[in-house]
């Protein structure tokens, strides 16, 4: 385990700045570290995908625990790094490593076994992004667990009828269950950002038994949301084609065209759309 110290004095040897950028925050405090692995629930048959290693705190507490960890790191310097502190501070782990320097948003495969867990503190400006992408790229990924801006693990984690509810909620419900683990400090990052964290489970169970596409799905949700205090007649009126054809299809799902999306299931919108 690497300690405030040894990250801050790790980052000085390799000259890293964290750079808002690729939203740079480390994680300093080793009983976070410990408690993000807890709750992943990962064991020794997991190949975990992590996202954003950085100085590898995170991807040193997992290696004892899992088969492998495949670390995708985007930061060319904490990219090459990442095998030197592992060899440097758990050598016998290091076979158990893979590390991929690329974009989590523009990465199509991963190397070996197929990834069954996401673990990752994901930077905040593409956290839901790059849950759903590999929520879709990998079905055999069957748990994730991530640390993200409180707010944004609050409307993932979201229940039909919440101010907070929309189309992250409805969008991860296609794939998992979801639920809100726990919150943390901002104090236990470097540098210390300006919102507290929260740690979001995902289960992934079937999506909604439906001959439409996820895509139509999706589109729906979007068009649901773009004007959110509109009722669903209306909102959904560009998607159908007219207002009356939301309404239609709305009545036939035997949905009322006078509810408003965040009242909506994503089963819901599986029904709208078959509808149409």
């Avoid at 040897?13 to 807890?38: C, M, S």
């Avoid at 907070?164 to 901002?186: E, F, M, N, Q």
Wanted: proline content about 7%; some cysteine; hydrophobic content about 50%.
């Amino acid at each position: 385990m690497l300690s405030a110290r040894d990250i801050r004095a790790l980052a000085a040897e390799l000259d890293i700045r964290p750079t808002k950028q690729w939203g740079q925050n480390f994680v300093i405090d080793a009983n976070t570290v410990e408690r993000i692995v807890r709750l992943a629930g990962v064991g020794e048959d997991d190949v975990v995908v992590e996202i954003g290693p950085g100085l590898g705190s995170l991807t040193l507490a997992l290696l004892p625990k899992v088969r492998s960890v495949v670390a995708v790191e985007v930061d060319p310097t904490l990219a090459a790094a990442l095998p030197q502190t592992v060899e440097k501070v758990s050598p016998a782990y290091l076979d158990r490593l893979a590390v991929v320097h690329a974009d989590a948003m523009k990465i199509e495969t991963l190397p070996g076994d197929q990834p069954t867990a996401l673990v990752a503190n994901l930077p905040y400006n593409v956290s839901v992004p790059v849950v759903l992408r590999f929520l879709e790229l990998f079905p055999s990924i069957r748990t994730i667990l991530v640390m993200v801006q409180l707010e944004v693990a609050q409307r993932l984690a979201a229940a039909p009828g919440s101010k907070i509810y929309g189309v992250p909620s409805l969008k991860a419900a296609w794939y998992a269950d979801v639920r809100l683990v726990g919150t943390v400090s901002r104090s236990i990052f470097w540098p210390v950002p300006n919102v507290d964290s929260g740690l979001v489970r995902l289960a992934r169970r079937d999506p909604p038994r439906t001959e439409v596409e996820r895509a139509e799905v999706f589109a729906c949700i979007d068009a649901a949301f773009a004007q959110r205090r509109k009722t669903l007649r209306a909102s959904l009126a560009g998607w159908a084609g007219s207002a009356a054809a939301a309404e239609a299809a709305l009545i036939a799902a035997g949905i009322s065209p006078q509810q408003r999306g965040e009242q909506l299931t994503i089963q819901d919108f599986a029904r709208i759309v078959a509808a149409r």
